[in-house]
Nanobody
Framework: QVQLVESGGGLVQPGGSLRLSCVAS????????MFWYRQAPGKERELVAT????????NYANSVKGRFTISRDNAKNAVYLQMNSLKPEDTAVYYC?????????WGQGTQVTVSS
């Protein structure tokens, strides 16, 4: 059974930081490209960050460049999203996504709320 479990969300003030984690089980994690997406109420799901299977290539949405950092630890079957200088517009449910060829798996999401 494949599971992706996100954690680390919560309520934070503008300018604050959070670190999201996504731990996978039931897959050979080191094969998978990993993605972080987010979805705000009433909006479409947005790709936030991507990391290749070996961790050597990273990509970010323009809206988060310079503030968010994606990383992974293949020994721990985990991918992370370090989020700094958070803004109210970062408020959303954040999801991790694992892809390898035609196989794709999603986590259940973790809520991030940025508000004073």
């Amino acid at each position: 059974q494949v599971q992706l479990v996100e954690s680390g969300g919560g309520l934070v003030q503008p300018g604050g930081s959070l670190r999201l984690s996504c731990v996978a089980s039931g897959i050979t994690f080191s094969r998978y490209v990993m993605f972080w997406y987010r979805q705000a109420p009433g909006k479409e799901r947005e790709l936030v960050a991507t990391i290749t299977s070996d961790g050597n290539s990273l990509n970010y949405a323009n809206s988060v460049k310079g503030r968010f950092t994606i990383s992974r630890d293949n020994a721990k079957n985990a991918v992370y999203l370090q989020m700094n200088s958070l803004k109210p517009e970062d408020t959303a449910v954040y999801y991790c996504d694992a892809r390898w060829f035609t196989r794709e798996y999603w986590g259940q999401g973790t809520q991030v709320t940025v508000s004073s």
